[in-house]
């Protein structure tokens, strides 16, 4: 079957010279009936392959969204089994043939993805030994593995393992108590082993998710309401009618789309298709988007800590501090527009999907069609970086609904406006802090509201399953934003609330670092508040109420990396001083969670007065996520969390109106450019013998504590609302 | 009936047959030719993604139609700029210094960078930051990419 193909109405004439252009791109799998094979948690067959040829397939829950995951695992599958990383290869997210291992999501791919597929090669290697020690009269323990054989430590050829597993399959359940291999022993986990997918990257023979071509495509797009909620009350087909290729305009319920035979014909059909709709104003004013979010009725409470009698505590302090923060709603703004492809055949749907979860999109797709399960196939392909629950899934049912309209297969890409308008939206947070401080400045009470929607991970629901009417969920799915509510340090009396909103502006999702971010961007700008006003250093202040040695450790070794000078802020240099531009450092930590990866930053900025503008100049972090898989790629997540966080911080928010999102492009949305890149400076700390830890996110944590802290050093302001615009700064200023 | 359109892509001649002639550069390269190193990002030319070059110059593919190209006009995509066996000293730098992370945007960057290079051998690290404005990264790669035309620029 070809898996890549020339459109049909394109005649290429001179046909010979096309042939060097035309790339065939195989795709990940081919729809249909999968070879069937185990896909349950607990089986090593689930998670790996031995192939004839002596290599292995290793199978993924996890997926590589960018980050260099499928590298990672690789690593730590080929390490565990002794064989080069050459003869290891990744299939990932693929519900025919993947074990669920959960959505990609939350810094755990390696932390628990791979720790399982670690654990699935340990199992298979015990078993290999156990057969070659069987066939070679050796005790198991005097057998060694190399290389992708079972010999004898003293010496000799041994054999090779696709030799001692004929069929290639255990037929084994998982062990976690099976040996894995020893730290010391490792050669390939812990190294800068390069990605083994930037090659294709480079040279354009990569497939993206928005490369895959089936035979037979056709092209599709979607035609959003122009306010969330709005009717479709009328379609003008005849509006469109002059348009060659085009093959359809489906409407089902409120969900509008156009299938054609070419891409830029769905394109032309989609802009210019006419349509009317009731009018809808369901979002609140922007300009009063916190009064909205204070008066949100509150669903529960869940209180995330709860030391000692803040209140009374409080009631007793020599001074007393409050504040609120405000985080604004963020988009993800993948560079790539969702984009999905589906195929129907019978009552069986096949998708291709950049999903970061393609067995909770299976089970999304089959409700909203009720299909059994079994009937849908999820396939992930990589595309662009996603950050979270971007659009994939949505394009995903967009693209399962026009192709069973029309019955082919049928590709859709978002527009720009699509992405910017319609992928859900990390929610709007609020947060009020209070301290008590003694008479020598020490907290003695800490108590905070974080005012976020009701709701976990789960599934978001998918758009066009909403607007179809077809069955679909209607509980928010913001992600686990109550982490990081709660706080690292021992003070003696602390209560921290969240109350949690029924409803929130926009539909929520997770974006890198969900609530983590929000959360400690309000409790480590308000702790800097509190050694401000104590008059003592801020890094002196978190360390005399820490007890974490790996807290400690990597506050240290920031500070000699950053060179810190102990004094309190602000640096007090005035405008006067000063002169127009000031610079300042601020410091900033996180227990991810409260249980792993322990992140300190520090950021130097540069504030120019007279323009408001911030200038993240330099940003230093040290990290300790336990045991490296490969330090690079830990770097290149270090390097993106910090960038696209101070991106997030000085720039973005999502704007609306009473009816729709307004940010619908990068000039109306823009985020960080090449001159405004900070420098970054990192050291990690590798701890070999210790789990795995999730790297992909908690250095984004501290980026907007840093930030606000350092310009408080700077200019003695404090900021308590993303994004730190110019205008913020400068309206802040003139009240000073 | 479409119209023919003769194009110079990758140093080779061909010629396409499309409904509408306005149709941007960026889907006949990527659906009637099958290049897909080029990349839709917006269609606004806000963000780069679709960067490939016309007569040496970095153009938007995704707001150039076709009918606005002159027939002699020399295309060349990310596919024609070098392979493995004979990259591009951009290309061969991007490798080295590990500058993707979902690598969607990296096309434009190494189009762009490219172009920048062959007009400005040695530029400043301020140039190139300057020349790579209107590129677009998300996952926060600049500091990779910014490395890796620098590694390109002193292996010229």
């Known amino acids: 079957m070809p898996n890549s193909q020339l459109s049909r109405r394109s005649l290429l004439q001179g046909g010979a010279i096309i042939v060097g252009?035309?790339?065939?791109?195989?795709?990940?799998?081919?729809?249909?009936?999968?070879?069937?094979?185990?896909?349950?948690?607990?089986?090593?067959?689930?998670?790996?392959?031995?192939?004839?040829?002596?290599?292995?397939?290793?199978?993924?829950?996890?997926?590589?969204?960018?980050?260099?995951?499928?590298?990672?695992?690789?690593?730590?599958?080929?390490?565990?089994?002794?064989?080069?990383?050459?003869?290891?290869?990744?299939?990932?997210?693929?519900?025919?043939?993947?074990?669920?291992?959960?959505?990609?999501?939350?810094?755990?791919?390696?932390?628990?993805?791979?720790?399982?597929?670690?654990?699935?090669?340990?199992?298979?290697?015990?078993?290999?030994?156990?057969?070659?020690?069987?066939?070679?009269?050796?005790?198991?323990?005097?057998?060694?593995?190399?290389?992708?054989?079972?010999?004898p430590a003293a010496g000799g050829e041994g054999i090779a393992y696709a030799e001692l597993l004929k069929d290639g399959h255990f037929a084994l359940k998982l062990d976690k108590d099976a040996p894995s291999k020893n730290p010391d022993d490792f050669s390939l986990v812990g190294k800068s082993v390069p990605r083994l997918d930037i090659p294709a990257k480079i040279y354009a023979t990569f497939t993206y998710m928005q490369d895959v071509m089936l035979p037979g495509m056709l092209h599709g797009r979607v035609i959003r309401p122009p306010a969330i909620e709005a009717r479709l009350t009328g379609v003008d087909e005849a509006s469109v009618a002059g348009i060659p290729g085009l093959v359809k305009v489906v409407r089902e319920g409120d969900f509008l789309g156009v299938v054609a035979t070419s891409e830029w014909a769905a394109i032309k059909a989609a802009q210019k298709l006419s349509a009317t709709w009731s009018k809808a104003e369901t979002l609140p004013e922007q300009a009063k988007l916190w009064e909205h979010v204070r008066a949100t009725p509150v669903v529960k409470e869940d209180t995330t800590s709860n030391?000692?009698?803040?209140?009374?505590?409080?009631?007793?302090?020599?001074?007393?501090?409050?504040?609120?923060?405000?985080?604004?709603?963020?988009?993800?703004?993948?560079?790539?527009?969702?984009?999905?492809?589906?195929?129907?055949?019978?009552?069986?749907?096949?998708?291709?999907?950049?999903?970061?979860?393609?067995?909770?999109?299976?089970?999304?797709?089959?409700?909203?069609?009720?299909?059994?399960?079994?009937?849908?196939?999820?396939?992930?392909?990589?595309?662009?970086?996603?950050?979270?629950?971007?659009?994939?899934?949505?394009?995903?049912?967009?693209?399962?609904?026009?192709a069973r309209a029309v019955g082919k297969p049928v590709r859709v890409q978002w527009s720009r406006a699509d992405e910017h308008g319609w992928d859900p939206k990390g929610p709007p947070t609020l947060i009020?802090?209070?301290?008590?401080?003694?008479?020598?400045?020490?907290?003695?009470?800490?108590?905070?509201?974080?005012?976020?929607?009701?709701?976990?991970?789960?599934?978001?629901?998918?758009?066009?399953?909403?607007?179809?009417?077809?069955?679909?969920?209607?509980?928010?799915?913001?992600?686990?934003?109550?982490h990081n509510?709660?706080?690292?340090?021992?003070?003696?009396?602390?209560?921290?609330?969240?109350?949690?909103?029924?409803?929130?502006?926009?539909?929520?999702?997770?974006?890198?670092?969900?609530g983590r971010m929000q959360n400690t961007f309000a409790n480590e700008a308000f702790l800097d508040e509190c050694a401000a006003a104590a008059g003592i250093d801020p890094l002196e202040y978190r360390l005399r109420s820490l007890n974490d040695p790996r807290g400690i450790e990597v506050l240290k070794r920031l500070a000699a990396l950053a060179k810190w000078e102990s004094r309190p802020s602000p640096k007090g240099e005035g405008k006067e001083a000063g002169g127009d531009v000031q610079t300042g450092r601020g410091l900033?930590?996180?227990?991810?969670?409260?249980?792993?990866?322990?992140?300190?930053?520090?950021?130097?900025?540069?504030?120019?007065?007279?323009?408001?503008?911030?200038?993240?100049?330099?940003?230093?972090?040290?990290?300790?996520?336990?045991?490296?898989?490969?330090?690079?790629?830990?770097?290149?997540?270090?390097?993106?969390?910090?960038?696209?966080?101070?991106?997030?911080?000085?720039?973005?928010?999502?704007?609306?109106?009473?009816?729709?999102?307004?940010?619908?492009?990068?000039a109306s949305y823009p985020i960080l450019t090449f001159p405004e890149v900070p420098e970054i400076v990192m050291e990690l700390i590798d701890r070999p013998r210790d789990k795995p830890w999730g790297a992909g996110e908690p250095s984004a944590a501290v980026i907007p504590s840093a930030i606000s802290n350092a310009v408080y050093d700077a200019i003695g302001l404090r900021l308590r609302s993303v994004p730190f615009t110019p205008e913020k700064v400068k309206t802040a200023l003139q009240r000073t | 009936m479409g119209q023919s359109h003769s194009l110079t892509i990758n140093g080779r001649s061909l010629s396409v047959s499309l409904d509408d002639p306005d149709t941007p550069l960026l889907y006949v390269?990527?659906?009637?030719?099958?290049?897909?190193?080029?990349?839709?990002?917006?269609?606004?030319?806000?963000?780069?993604?679709?960067?490939?070059?016309?007569?040496?110059?970095?153009?938007?593919?995704?707001?150039?139609?076709?009918?606005?190209?002159?027939?002699?006009?020399?295309?060349?995509?990310?596919?024609?700029?070098?392979?493995?066996?004979?990259?591009?000293?951009?290309?061969?730098?991007?490798?080295?210094?590990?500058?993707?992370?979902?690598?969607?945007?990296?096309?434009?960057?190494?189009?762009?960078?490219?172009?920048?290079?062959?007009?400005?051998?040695?530029?400043?690290?301020?140039?190139?930051?300057?020349?790579?404005?209107?590129?677009?990264?998300?996952?926060?790669?600049?500091?990779?990419?910014?490395?890796?035309?620098?590694r390109a620029a002193a292996s010229l």
């Open chain 1, 21 to 151: 252009f035309t790339l065939s791109r195989a795709l990940p799998a081919m729809a249909g009936t999968a070879p069937s094979k185990p896909v349950a948690l607990d089986e090593v067959d689930s998670y790996l392959a031995l192939e004839r040829d002596g290599s292995a397939i290793i199978y993924s829950g996890k997926v590589d969204l960018g980050t260099g995951v499928r590298t990672a695992l690789t690593q730590m599958a080929a390490d565990e089994l002794d064989l080069p990383l050459s003869r290891v290869r990744v299939i990932q997210g693929d519900t025919a043939l993947t074990p669920d291992q959960g959505p990609t999501y939350g810094s755990l791919s390696i932390q628990n993805g791979g720790t399982q597929i670690r654990t699935a090669a340990a199992t298979a290697r015990r078993k290999l030994i156990q057969l070659a020690s069987e066939r070679l009269g050796t005790p198991m323990d005097a057998l060694v593995t190399k290389d992708g054989r079972v010999a």
């Open chain 1, 307 to 402: 030391v000692g009698d803040a209140d009374g505590a409080m009631a007793q302090a020599a001074r007393k501090l409050k504040a609120t923060y405000d985080f604004a709603i963020h988009t993800h703004g993948s560079i790539g527009p969702s984009c999905a492809v589906a195929q129907p055949e019978g009552d069986a749907l096949t998708v291709w999907t950049a999903s970061q979860m393609t067995h909770a999109l299976r089970t999304q797709l089959s409700a909203m069609f009720s299909l059994p399960p079994e009937k849908v196939r999820c396939i992930y392909v990589e595309g662009s970086g996603c950050y979270g629950r971007n659009g994939h899934e949505d394009a995903a049912a967009d693209a399962a609904i026009l």
């Open chain 1, 432 to 482: 009020d802090l209070s301290a008590g401080l003694d008479d020598k400045g020490a907290v003695t009470a800490w108590s905070s509201q974080f005012h976020i929607p009701v709701g976990a991970a789960g599934t978001v629901p998918l758009v066009a399953a909403t607007l179809a009417g077809l069955p679909h969920e209607t509980a928010l799915a913001p992600g686990n934003i109550v």
């Open chain 1, 485 to 514: 509510s709660a706080i690292p340090y021992g003070f003696p009396n602390v209560k921290t609330v969240c109350r949690r909103l029924a409803t929130t502006p926009l539909r929520p999702s997770w974006i890198r670092t969900p």
């Open chain 1, 588 to 666: 900033s930590y996180v227990k991810y969670e409260l249980y792993r990866t322990y992140v300190a930053a520090l950021a130097e900025v540069e504030v120019e007065r007279s323009s408001g503008t911030i200038r993240a100049k330099r940003v230093f972090v040290v990290q300790d996520c336990g045991q490296i898989i490969n330090p690079d790629g830990v770097r290149n997540q270090i390097e993106g969390n910090v960038i696209q966080t101070v991106s997030r911080v000085l720039k973005e928010e999502v704007m609306f109106d009473r009816s729709r999102v307004t940010s619908t492009d990068w």
């Open chain 2, 29 to 150: 390269l990527r659906n009637e030719v099958g290049l897909h190193g080029p990349r839709f990002g917006c269609g606004l030319g806000q963000c780069g993604s679709c960067t490939v070059h016309v007569d040496g110059q970095a153009v938007r593919s995704c707001v150039t139609p076709l009918s606005s190209l002159k027939p002699e006009a020399k295309i060349v995509t990310l596919e024609g700029l070098g392979t493995p066996e004979a990259p591009h000293p951009v290309q061969a730098a991007f490798v080295e210094e590990q500058a993707a992370q979902c690598g969607y945007c990296i096309n434009g960057m190494i189009m762009t960078s490219a172009a920048l290079l062959k007009d400005k051998p040695k530029p400043s690290e301020a140039e190139i930051r300057q020349a790579l404005v209107g590129n677009l990264c998300r996952c926060g790669t600049h500091a990779r990419i910014v490395r890796a035309v620098q």
